[in-house]
């Protein structure tokens, strides 16, 4: 049997004990439709899909509840608390979204600034730790400081989501080497979250490796979503059997690939 | 009638933000209800407090000056 046979020669995908058949996660939000939302999700194979919490609209007649397109048999909903500018409002959130009955896992956003939506990093460390003590399982959503993502471990959080770039930016993987670091510092997962704009920054992203990458405007925000969810699960899948194979050593200069021995006299 | 009996026969709640009168002695169940709204969908907090048992929607009465949310899960990232 040649690895060729093996999808990815890869180990389980877990994190707080928990196993994940897909290392690519996906958001729901910004889709022209739900529909397409729900093609999406099945071409990007993720099974981990987050949602927000909201208020529900009472004037409305519609309903843009997610529980009545997403099967929750199928996928494991992760709620978020983005928008939440505070400990305390990310706390409430959080409480509010285990309520829903689905389980105790809570992606955690605190953000500090409207413009870059980075994390305040201050809130969320105090919101990981109220939420660890009443049992959540937290993934936090933090920047590529390697300080904050240990303090974030050390606090408790089952898993640590540094972004590529700014949420919703495309820019793709800023700083590889940071995100380096804090995968080989770390010992609880590290899923990379956020500003991830096409096939090559997934790929480039899990080529550091990386547990895992959540995305979600990368997807929704392209011409054709479901085409490019399944170029997402691809390259997810490339990337992480690049960064198992080993890449080779990088030479300022060429060596040929074929014989220098036989060449015609 | 006087102010009194429509206050005894209505309370006004702060429901998502904005004030709506129900019938007095009304639940949260029947505050779902009145909104057509499949308890198993949504989530309420009730007075900052998240109602974590849907079976108990039924048995806690509102009262004037209630603040409730009601909240769903929507798309997002």
Not at chain 1, 11 to 33: C, D, H, N, Q, W
Request: glycine share 8%; aromatic share 4%; net charge negative.
């Amino acid at each position: 049997m040649t690895t060729a046979t093996l999808p990815v020669n890869d180990v389980p995908f877990e994190i707080a004990g928990r196993e994940f058949r897909s290392r690519l996660m996906v958001g729901t939000g910004k889709y022209r439709s739900n529909e397409e939302m729900s093609a999406a999700i099945e071409a990007s194979g993720a099974e981990v899909v987050t949602v927000a919490v909201r208020r529900v609209d009472l004037n409305r007649a519609n309903d843009e509840g997610m529980l009545r397109h997403l099967n929750p048999d199928q996928h494991f909903l992760l709620a978020n608390t983005a928008g939440c500018y505070s400990a305390e409002e990310a706390v409430r959130y959080a409480r509010l979204a285990r309520a829903a009955g689905f389980n105790e896992w809570i992606k955690l956003e605190v953000l500090g600034d409207e413009e870059t939506l980075l994390p305040d990093v201050a809130g969320l460390l105090e919101a990981t730790k109220v939420l660890v003590d009443e049992g959540f399982k937290v993934m936090a959503y933090t920047n590529e400081d390697l300080i904050v993502a240990l303090r974030l471990e050390d606090a408790g959080a089952v898993a640590v989501m540094p972004l590529a770039s700014p949420i919703g930016s495309g820019l793709g993987l800023l700083n590889p080497q940071a995100i380096r670091t804090i995968k080989r510092r770390l010992s609880v997962p590290v899923i990379v979250d956020a500003g991830v704009g096409c096939a090559t920054d997934a790929c480039a992203a899990m080529e550091q490796g990386v547990d895992g990458i959540l995305m979600n405007t990368g997807i929704a925000a392209a011409t054709d979503p479901v085409r490019m969810a399944h170029a997402m699960k691809l390259a997810v899948e490339a990337g992480r059997a690049s960064f198992l194979a080993g890449r080779m050593p990088k030479r300022e200069t060429a060596m040929p690939s074929s014989p220098l021995d036989g060449m015609l006299g | 009638m006087s102010q009194q009996s429509i206050a005894d026969e209505t309370v006004t709640l702060t429901v998502n933000g904005e004030d709506r009168d129900f019938p007095a002695g009304s639940s949260v169940a029947d505050l779902l209800e009145s909104h057509k709204l499949d308890p198993r969908l949504v989530v309420v907090e009730h007075n900052r407090s998240v109602l974590r048992d849907r079976d108990a929607y039924a048995t806690i009465a509102l009262a004037t000056g209630d603040v409730v949310e009601i909240v769903h899960f929507v798309g997002g990232g």
